[in-house]
């Protein structure tokens, strides 16, 4: 979530301050991770490392020796602390994590979603076992690994993406000028890394080693020689009143979302905000659009049907109080979204993705195009002509022409209550 720079990424800090000044002690002390970090098994009991059963599960490595550019894994491992830390590579990723095992507290809907997913992990791990009780921490690794890789292809085929459009590995052998970006991922020239970890301290420490910044429950910035980082804390998405692992993968899929646009063939956060946030959302709530933590709490017998967004935006749209295309361009940072503004982007970027990818992708190529170095006025101006040349270049028609068609898709699709 930038707002035109990686220090105006949101982040629930003040927010999280007032919730754990609130917590009883001994909430607190659950809140703050002090009861004994779970021993986790040095071998995935799943591969064993070994090299026909990675192939199987379409992994690298399990022991990634560089995470970023001048980033070695053992480095990160000092940086938490000396704590252990699980690692797998995947095709477009670097992963590493510090979760401890799961026990879903009997929801019906996360059970069902889980239980699918393990059916396809069956097919991949060559010393599959089904779990008993719990996800111990490499099954929930693999689960992750496997996530994040359908965040990407589910991008790539929203877009009309393929490896295909960006350089391969080996430049020299690409023609100038021919590919998107620097890069074979997405336009970068090095896989996306990921860290999810128990604590949120574990993270604070990567990011203050790394990026100078200050402790946040999940955080996204740029590691050198062109990788985009994204950390999340379990212990942090407690904090905010989510007890399950569904709402830690809404976060996931959300924020690596976000650092595929920011990405996209090495641009660097070019895209309008707006975009972003709606994208964003709209990955969330494939996963369970029940939580959508960034924009959101976590559900209360107070408001059980908050997620239920279709009828308020429709509220909005038919009072007339919806923030219109435009208003949207002007959002720099979080904090101008507002909830209602969050309701919006997802709407109109959910309507944006039924559209053809083909479309889509000039869509994605033209809002990326790099503004120019202007403020004030000048830059909102160029901020709306990029939009208004991105509409009319991908979808052929004006940008307030899209805008009531949208309208009439809110009023004829999504329910009144």
Same mark, same amino acid.
């Given at each position: 979530?930038?707002?035109?720079?990686?220090?105006?990424?949101?982040?629930?800090?003040?927010?999280?301050?007032?919730?754990?000044?609130?917590?009883?002690?001994?909430?607190?002390?659950?809140?703050?991770?002090?009861? &004994?970090?779970?021993? #986790?098994? !040095?071998? *995935?009991?799943?591969?064993?490392? $070994?090299? =026909?059963?990675? /192939?199987?599960?379409?992994?690298?490595?399990?022991?990634?020796?560089?995470?970023?550019?001048?980033?070695?894994?053992?480095?990160?491992?000092?940086?938490?602390?000396?704590?252990?830390?699980?690692?797998?590579?995947?095709?477009?990723?670097?992963?590493?994590?510090?979760?401890?095992?799961?026990?879903?507290?009997?929801?019906?809907?996360?059970?069902?979603?889980?239980?699918?997913?393990?059916?396809?992990?069956?097919?991949?791990?060559?010393?599959?076992?089904?779990?008993?009780?719990?996800?111990?921490?490499?099954?929930?690794?693999?689960?992750?690994?496997?996530?994040?890789?359908?965040?990407?292809?589910?991008?790539? &085929?929203?877009?009309? #993406?393929? !490896?295909? *459009?960006?350089?391969?590995?080996? $430049?020299? =052998?690409?023609? /100038?000028?021919?590919?998107?970006?620097?890069?074979?991922?997405?336009?970068?020239?090095?896989?996306?890394?990921?860290?999810?970890?128990?604590?949120?301290?574990?993270?604070?420490?990567?990011?203050?080693?790394?990026?100078?910044?200050?402790?946040?429950?999940?955080?996204?910035?740029?590691?050198?020689?062109?990788?985009?980082?994204?950390?999340?804390?379990?212990?942090?998405?407690?904090?905010?009143?989510?007890?399950?692992?569904?709402?830690?993968?809404?976060?996931?899929?959300?924020?690596?979302?976000?650092?595929?646009?920011?990405?996209?063939?090495?641009?660097?956060?070019?895209?309008?905000?707006?975009?972003?946030?709606?994208?964003?959302?709209?990955? !969330?709530?494939?996963?369970?659009?029940?939580?959508?933590?960034?924009?959101?709490?976590?559900?209360?017998?107070?408001?059980?049907?908050?997620?239920?967004?279709?009828?308020?935006?429709?509220?909005?749209?038919?009072?007339?109080?919806?923030?219109?295309?435009?208003?949207?361009?002007?959002?720099?940072?979080?904090?101008?979204?507002?909830?209602?503004?969050?309701?919006?982007?997802?709407?109109?970027?959910?309507?944006?993705?039924?559209?053809?990818?083909?479309?889509?992708?000039?869509?994605?190529?033209?809002?990326?195009?790099?503004?120019?170095?202007?403020?004030?006025?000048?830059?909102?101006?160029?901020?709306?002509?990029?939009?208004?040349?991105?509409?009319?270049?991908?979808?052929?028609?004006?940008?307030?022409?899209?805008?009531?068609?949208?309208?009439?898709?809110?009023?004829?699709?999504?329910?009144?209550?």
């Amino acid at each position: 979530m930038l707002s035109g720079g990686w220090d105006g990424l949101w982040t629930p800090v003040s927010a999280l301050a007032c919730f754990l000044g609130a917590l009883s002690a001994p909430s607190r002390a659950l809140a703050q991770g002090t009861t &004994k970090p779970e021993v #986790l098994e !040095a071998v *995935d009991p799943y591969t064993r490392g $070994e090299p =026909k059963a990675l /192939e199987r599960a379409g992994y690298v490595t399990l022991t990634p020796v560089e995470w970023a550019e001048g980033i070695r894994t053992d480095e990160v491992k000092e940086t938490l602390g000396g704590i252990d830390i699980l690692w797998v590579e995947t095709p477009h990723f670097r992963i590493g994590s510090t979760l401890e095992s799961y026990k879903s507290p009997s929801d019906p809907r996360e059970d069902d979603k889980v239980e699918a997913e393990l059916a396809r992990l069956r097919k991949k791990l060559a010393r599959y076992k089904d779990p008993h009780n719990k996800i111990d921490p490499w099954l929930r690794l693999h689960l992750y690994a496997q996530r994040l890789e359908d965040v990407y292809a589910d991008f790539e &085929k929203s877009f009309g #993406l393929s !490896a295909a *459009d960006f350089p391969a590995a080996d $430049e020299r =052998k690409q023609p /100038e000028g021919s590919k998107l970006g620097t890069g074979p991922y997405l336009g970068l020239q090095r896989k996306f890394t990921v860290l999810l970890v128990q604590k949120t301290s574990s993270l604070a420490r990567f990011g203050q080693r790394y990026a100078n910044r200050e402790e946040r429950p999940w955080d996204r910035f740029p590691l050198p020689g062109g990788s985009m980082f994204l950390g999340v804390s379990w212990e942090g998405v407690r904090q905010f009143g989510f007890t399950l692992d569904a709402t830690m993968h809404c976060v996931v899929a959300a924020e690596a979302t976000q650092n595929f646009i920011n990405g996209f063939r090495d641009s660097w956060s070019a895209s309008p905000l707006w975009f972003e946030c709606g994208v964003a959302h709209a990955a !969330a709530r494939k996963v369970d659009e029940r939580f959508v933590p960034q924009a959101m709490p976590a559900p209360s017998p107070d408001d059980p049907d908050a997620w239920r967004w279709e009828p308020r935006v429709r509220g909005l749209v038919e009072n007339n109080v919806e923030k219109s295309w435009l208003d949207m361009l002007g959002w720099k940072t979080w904090e101008d979204i507002k909830v209602q503004g969050h309701l919006v982007a997802w709407s109109r970027a959910s309507w944006l993705l039924q559209k053809e990818p083909t479309a889509l992708k000039t869509y994605l190529l033209a809002v990326t195009e790099p503004l120019p170095e202007v403020e004030g006025d000048a830059l909102a101006q160029a901020t709306i002509e990029r939009e208004k040349k991105a509409c009319l270049a991908a979808f052929g028609k004006p940008l307030d022409v899209l805008d009531a068609e949208w309208k009439k898709h809110v009023q004829r699709r999504y329910p009144k209550d």
